[in-house]
């Protein structure tokens, strides 16, 4: 089993932002700002991407020159996820309400 951890020594407890490309991004990223120091925001998304995003900056992580240019490209392809969340399924339900509202005439 892999195990990831991120060594930040801080005094107070910090949620992990998560982010799997169907939320807002620009929530998310203030989110990485807000909990995480400039230095830790790079490591902090090792940790909180997955699904698209995290094969997207596993593809181009080595192609910025640093935070605001990381921000700025990562809006070009999540943009639009700002769709409604329940036209997508989330992985974080039971599918079978999801599927349900697909299948009914």
């Given at each position: 089993?892999?195990?990831?951890?991120l060594?930040?020594?801080?005094?107070?407890?910090?949620?992990?932002?998560?982010?799997?490309?169907?939320?807002?991004?620009?929530?998310?990223?203030?989110?990485?700002?807000?909990?995480?120091?400039?230095?830790?925001?790079?490591?902090?998304?090792?940790?909180?991407?997955?699904?698209?995003?995290?094969?997207?900056?596993?593809?181009?992580?080595?192609?910025?020159?640093g935070?605001?240019?990381?921000?700025?490209?990562?809006?070009l392809?999540?943009?639009?996820?700002?769709?409604?969340?329940?036209?997508?399924?989330?992985?974080?339900?039971?599918?079978?309400?999801?599927?349900?509202?697909?299948?009914?005439?």
């Amino acid at each position: 089993m892999m195990k990831k951890s991120l060594h930040c020594i801080l005094s107070k407890v910090r949620k992990l932002p998560y982010y799997d490309g169907l939320t807002n991004i620009d929530l998310f990223l203030d989110d990485i700002e807000c909990e995480f120091p400039e230095e830790h925001h790079f490591q902090a998304l090792e940790l909180a991407l997955s699904a698209t995003p995290v094969r997207w900056w596993g593809t181009h992580k080595d192609s910025f020159t640093g935070w605001q240019d990381y921000r700025r490209m990562m809006k070009l392809p999540f943009r639009c996820a700002d769709t409604r969340m329940t036209e997508k399924y989330n992985g974080r339900d039971d599918p079978h309400d999801h599927l349900e509202k697909w299948t009914k005439e």
